[in-house]
């Protein structure tokens, strides 16, 4: 009973096509930002480069960094995109948000134009609300919930 109630808390959303204007450009942002991490994909530095800039803003050890920042841009933006296991990728991504606006932009000021933060506020922020709502009615949270529901009656 009680992992039936954590998965129906989990993926269930009320929200409708709102959510996936909001999870699909969010997901291809957060994907492609984390490709540069990761792979070095779009003009990106890769783990390498990517973890000793890291290290030289004290964010230590680098390359774990590196690889944890890129992987929650890259997976979690894929599962936003898709609308799978949304919360978890949401929650995720939006705390990654908070370390980079905490740790790189916060004393440019707001403004992008000066490496600002609002860029990395505007991310929070949406990800922080798909964590809310849920990934919405057009999402595999959706389907996999309906899957299970079918399930569980016969």
Avoid: C
């Avoid at 993926?11 to 070095?40: C, E, M, N, T, Y």
């Avoid at 890291?54 to 920042?69: C, N, Q, Y």
């Avoid at 949304?86 to 905490?102: D, G, H, K, N, Q």
């Amino acid at each position: 009973m009680m992992n039936t109630r954590l998965t129906h808390t989990l993926l269930r959303s009320d929200s409708g096509l709102a959510a996936l204007v909001l999870r699909l450009p969010l997901g291809i942002i957060l994907a492609a930002h984390g490709a540069q991490k990761l792979f070095g994909w779009f003009g990106g530095y890769g783990l390498d480069g990517t973890g000793q800039w890291m290290a030289s803003i004290g964010l230590e050890p680098g390359f774990l960094m590196a690889l944890l920042a890129g992987s929650a841009e890259f997976f979690g933006g894929l599962a936003l995109a898709l609308g799978l296991l949304t919360r978890p990728a949401a929650i995720v991504s939006a705390f990654t948000m908070l370390v980079a606006l905490f740790s790189v932009h916060i004393d440019n000021g707001l403004f992008m134009a000066n490496n600002g933060y609002e860029y990395a506020l505007a991310l929070f922020a949406a990800t922080a609300a798909l964590a809310i709502q849920g990934a919405g009615r057009y999402s595999f949270d959706q389907w996999l919930l309906s899957k299970l529901a079918a399930k569980s009656r016969g």
